[in-house]
C-alpha cells in the first residue's frame, strides 16, 4: 500500500483517482490545487507517490515537477494529462516524471502506472 499525494485542480478528477487508488489498496497521503499547495503537503507528508495533473490554470505541471523534485530528488510523480504529444510525454519523462496517466482513465490506467512507478527505483 503505498500514501499518493493528489495534485489537481479539478476537485472531480482528484476524487476519481483518490477512489481508484482505493479501490487498489492505496491510501491518499493529501490533495492540493497548485504548486504551493503541491509543495507544502509534499515536505509535510512525504508520499511514496504523487498524481500530478499536467495543466493546472496558473500552474503547470513541469513547474510542480521540477519543485517536487527539487524538495526530493527521489520523488515518484506520474503525469495526469489529456494531452498525448509524444515530445511532452518524452520532455516530462527526461525531466524526472516516471509515467504518464491519460485521461479519460481507468481503473486499470491507475493501478499499472502505479505499480510501475513504485517499482522504479529512484537514484
Do not use: C, W
Request: proline share 3%; aromatic share 4%; glycine share 6%.
Amino acid at each position: 500500500m503505498a500514501k499518493v499525494l493528489l495534485v489537481d485542480d479539478s476537485e472531480i478528477t482528484r476524487a476519481m483517482i483518490a477512489e481508484f487508488l482505493q479501490m487498489g489498496g492505496h491510501q491518499v497521503a493529501g490533495e492540493a490545487e497548485g504548486l504551493a499547495q503541491a509543495v507544502a503537503a509534499y515536505k509535510e507528508r512525504r508520499p511514496d507517490l504523487v498524481t500530478l495533473d499536467l495543466s493546472m490554470g496558473e500552474d503547470d505541471g513541469f513547474t510542480v515537477l521540477r519543485a517536487l523534485l527539487e524538495i526530493d530528488p527521489k520523488a515518484r510523480v506520474l503525469i495526469v494529462s489529456a494531452n498525448t504529444q509524444p515530445d511532452i510525454y518524452d520532455q516530462l519523462m527526461q525531466e524526472g516524471a516516471l509515467g504518464f496517466i491519460v485521461k479519460p482513465f481507468s481503473l486499470a490506467d491507475i493501478s499499472a502506472a502505479v505499480q510501475k512507478a513504485l517499482s522504479t527505483a529512484r537514484a
